[in-house]
């Protein structure tokens, strides 16, 4: 009796564990992807530019919806495609956890359920997986690398994306800007990433503070001039040298020429 108990009881517990690493790996993934300045915060409470997600009554079927195809009209964008099957199905996992809902054994009818270790798509050293992870950290807040480059489809792409990796820590250091602007608007200055500059519109990212602001101005008003005192450096200074050394790991491995 006491076997057969067991036999139907193992089966449960293992199901159950891989729910919880489906969550875990779903709140990884979230906090690199979607908890942001630009987005939603951590742990998807309210404060950021995007809806509060925690105890909303959501169900599972909305929460995949929205989360695979995104919202027409809003800055929700459809992340079936860009996350990995198993990412996407671990995302929308841990915001059925944020409504209370236990997830299904495969949220979003895709990828499959699968421990978090399994998820990887690159094999990487030891130093450059720290790297990935330094790149993607919460916890470094605005001052994280992610916070303006999107490698693996993460992280937000308000730098083009990087094609030329640093040598070391130096380089990285000193790594030159060209494309950052100066411009003038309304009576402030600032280092700017323009997008565009028509006859009637100016579109740029304000670099003044982190994380950089899109800003929309009226071109009549705004002046732009190539170059900026702005530096690289100033906004990698959350992170050790040692830190960053893990970091160019990680992009020698991951960018290719």
């Not at 956890?97 to 690159?122: E, H, K, Y």
């Not at 605005?142 to 916070?147: A, E, M």
């Not at 009549?220 to 040692?242: F, N």
């Amino acid at each position: 009796m006491m076997r057969v108990l067991a036999a139907l009881l193992l089966p449960m517990v293992a199901a159950a564990q891989n729910v919880e690493q489906l969550i875990a790996r779903g709140e990884q993934v979230f906090n690199q992807t979607c908890a942001n300045g630009y987005c939603h915060t951590a742990k998807g409470a309210g404060g950021g530019a995007a809806p509060r997600l925690v105890a909303r009554g959501f169900d599972e079927p909305y929460i995949a919806k929205v989360v695979m195809s995104g919202v027409p009209g809003t800055a929700m964008a459809a992340f079936a495609g860009k996350l990995p099957a198993a990412d996407l199905s671990a995302v929308i996992a841990y915001v059925d956890n944020l409504n209370g809902v236990t997830p299904s054994a495969n949220p979003g009818g895709r990828g499959a359920l699968r421990p978090a270790v399994a998820i990887q798509r690159t094999r990487l050293s030891p130093e450059a997986e720290t790297g990935r992870s330094l790149f993607f950290e919460a916890t470094f807040g605005f001052g994280r690398c992610s916070t303006c480059h999107q490698i693996e489809d993460r992280g937000l792409p308000v730098a083009a994306p990087i094609t030329a990796v640093p040598a070391d820590v130096a380089a990285l250091k000193a790594l030159e800007t060209p494309h950052v602007s100066t411009a003038t608007a309304d009576g402030e200055t600032m280092p700017a990433l323009v997008l565009s500059h028509g006859n009637r519109t100016t579109i740029l990212y304000d670099l003044t503070s982190s994380p950089p602001v899109y800003r929309v101005l009226d071109s009549t008003q705004a002046k732009i001039v190539a170059g900026s005192s702005w530096r690289h450096a100033s906004a990698i200074g959350a992170y050790s040298d040692a830190e960053l050394g893990s970091i160019v790991a990680f992009l020698a491995t991951t960018i290719r020429p």
